[in-house]
């Protein structure tokens, strides 16, 4: 039985479909920090439990009242809002993950924890960043995800707790928009070519990240958590990536399918600051090699599938109004 925290979220959401379409509803119960409007599919479609991450014995009542034997903790202040509330970002990311571990020890849990291309700073290699190498990262945000790695890590060594994770890059999605990260520009231009046909990008043009289409996250997840444990070398946390683009990329492939895309720059500095401090690509081998992550989707599959879903999505929105 799996417990998936922070399920109303990008991620979450999308991870909760697939995992009851995989393992069934009842064995997929969903939590978050209170019911969102507009996400009755999945809190009425199979359990939904109110869960504050801060509080270890709402996690561990859950944890007893259906048995669940792996946590997803996906509940966390992303990294712009954690730059806007630093103390916020510490006590959810990481006196969150600190009780999902500790029960995870009393009970004898599987844990996967998302780590971030967050964990990489200034001084990091900047190309094709190796899975080990300097992670001093200048965020909030980066601090607690290189802290959760470390903690994950100490975990399964100390404790013998089963804990894997993955360091997403930024995550493109149609269906829940992200909660307020740096690489949110890579899903608002999708919305906006849709919209309106124009967008006016945040993060400056030549400014590369890693990003990947949410398929290829949610297939991440669900490949780790499934892989042979014997056999991985790394825990926490495995290199991954699709694709390094910047905002001219991005604009380019729409154009493939809206000729008259414009983009245009207003660019925020506290986001740029932010995106120039994480790696322009990642080296993902060693996951490629360890348990088989293979992305499927490249810069023009994700484009062609996300206009395709939003002029669906958005058209109906718009009819509904
Ligand atoms: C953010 N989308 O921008 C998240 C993610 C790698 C980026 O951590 O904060």
């Known amino acids: 039985k799996i417990l998936i925290t922070g399920a109303l979220g990008q991620i979450g959401s999308e991870l909760t479909v697939k995992m009851r379409g995989l393992y069934g509803k009842d064995n997929v119960i969903i939590s978050d920090i209170e019911k969102k409007s507009g996400k009755e599919d999945l809190t ?3 359990p939904f439990e109110i869960i504050n991450v801060l509080d270890a014995k709402q996690i561990s009542d859950v944890v007893d009242k259906y ?13 712009a809002v954690g730059e806007k509330n630093p103390n916020l970002c510490w006590q959810i990311n990481m006196t969150g993950l600190y009780n999902v571990l500790e029960i995870a020890r009393e009970k004898g849990l599987r844990i996967f924890t998302p780590s971030s291309i967050a964990v990489f700073g200034p001084n990091t290699p900047k190309d094709l ?7 001093r990262p200048t965020t909030m945000y980066g601090v607690t995800k ?8 100490y975990y399964y060594k100390k404790f013998g707790v089963d804990t894997r994770g993955v360091r997403f890059p930024g995550i493109i999605s149609y269906n829940t928009l992200p909660g307020g990260g740096t690489t949110d520009y890579a899903v608002h231009i999708y919305y906006d070519a ?3 046909k124009s967008y006016t990008s945040f993060i400056d043009k030549g400014t590369y990240m890693d990003m990947m289409y949410i398929p290829d996250a949610l297939d991440a997840v669900i490949n780790l958590l499934e892989a042979d444990g014997s056999k991985l070398i790394h825990r926490n946390a495995f290199n991954i990536t699709a694709m390094s683009i910047e905002p001219e990329d991005i604009a380019n492939s729409i ?3 809206i000729p008259e895309f414009r983009l245009d720059y207003d660019v925020d500095p506290v986001r740029q600051k932010i995106a120039e401090s994480w790696p322009n690509s990642l080296d993902d081998s060693e ?4 348990w088989g992550w293979k992305p499927n989707y490249d810069l023009d599959s994700m484009t062609k599938d996300m206009l395709e879903k939003l002029n669906m999505k958005l058209n109906i929105e718009l009819n509904i109004k």
């Open 194 to 196: 849709v919209l309106k």
């Open 129 to 135: 960043t190796p899975q080990d190498t300097i992670m």
């Open 287 to 290: 996951a490629r090699k360890q």
């Open 44 to 46: 009425e479609s199979g």
């Open 67 to 79: 048995k669940i034997d792996t946590i997803v903790n996906l509940a966390a202040i992303l990294s």
């Open 255 to 257: 154009r493939k399918f």
């Open 146 to 153: 290189v802290s959760g790695e470390l903690l994950c890590d």
